[in-house]
C-alpha cells in the first residue's frame, strides 16, 4: 500500500513538473480585410532576431503593402494596424521566448497572435528558430494571401 502511495505521489509530482514546462501559443486569425495596407507601429525594442523584417516579408509575399509608422502611432492611424513586441532569453542559447502580434481594423483588436515559452524551462521545443516561429504566426494570423473584394 505504501509503495503504491509512493508511486502515485511521483506521478503528480512528475505531472506537475511537466505541466510547468508549457509553451503556449494561440491564433486569433484577423477578419476579412478591405484593404491591402498594413501599418505596423516601429517597435525600437524589439532589435533582435529580425522580427519586423520577416514580418514585413511574410506580409508582402501574402500580397499586403506595409507601410511602417513611427513608434507610440496610434492604432487608429490607417485602416488596419498591426503592433508587435517580442523578447529573448539566454539559456544555452539564445531563444525567442515571447512574441505577440496584434492587428487592429478601424482601431479595434481584429486578431492577435501570441507565443509564450516563458514557462518552457525544460522544453527543449523553445529553441526554435526565431524567423520560422514568425512566419508561422503571421501565417496564421492571416490566412491566405490577400484577395480584392469584386
Do not use: H
Request: net charge positive.
Amino acid at each position: 500500500m505504501k509503495n503504491t502511495i509512493r508511486a502515485l505521489a511521483a506521478l503528480a509530482l512528475g505531472i506537475t513538473t511537466l505541466s510547468g514546462c508549457a509553451i503556449k501559443q494561440s491564433v486569433k486569425p484577423v477578419e476579412r480585410l478591405d484593404n491591402p495596407q498594413v501599418c505596423i507601429v516601429l517597435n525600437p525594442a524589439v532589435s533582435q532576431g529580425g522580427f519586423l523584417t520577416t514580418y514585413t516579408r511574410v506580409l508582402s509575399e501574402k500580397g499586403y503593402t506595409v507601410e511602417p509608422l513611427p513608434a507610440g502611432s496610434p492604432v487608429g492611424q490607417c485602416a488596419v494596424t498591426s503592433t508587435y513586441t517580442a523578447n529573448w532569453s539566454w539559456d544555452l542559447a539564445l531563444y525567442m521566448v515571447y512574441a505577440e502580434i496584434k492587428v487592429y481594423k478601424n482601431g479595434n483588436l481584429s486578431g492577435e497572435a501570441i507565443y509564450d515559452a516563458r514557462g518552457g524551462d525544460a522544453n527543449m521545443g523553445k529553441f526554435i528558430k526565431g524567423e520560422d516561429k514568425i512566419t508561422e504566426l503571421v501565417n496564421q494570423l492571416f490566412p491566405g494571401p490577400y484577395k480584392a473584394e469584386k
